[in-house]
């Protein structure tokens, strides 16, 4: 669930280079969850991932250096 704090960061780091890494993907309970946080939040760069089964750790790690 996004959580008011999670639309105040948000809102804090709009003009900043920023990527935003959306784990316990693999949770497929979560899943809902992660597409409707995705949908309302309207962030740029999201990269959901699964620190558990490694799933999408590349794109995460790319995107990271990408930007630095």
């Known amino acids: 669930e996004i959580t008011l704090e999670d639309h105040e960061i948000l ?12 784990n316990k993907i ?11 946080i995705v949908t309302a939040s309207a962030m740029a760069d999201q990269i959901q991932i699964s ?8 794109e995460l790690q790319e995107a990271i250096i990408s930007r630095f």
């Open 11 to 22: 809102r804090s780091v709009r003009d900043l280079n920023y990527v935003v890494a959306l």
């Open 26 to 36: 693999d949770k497929v309970s979560l899943r809902h969850d992660i597409d409707r």
């Open 51 to 58: 620190a558990k089964t490694g799933e999408g750790l590349d």
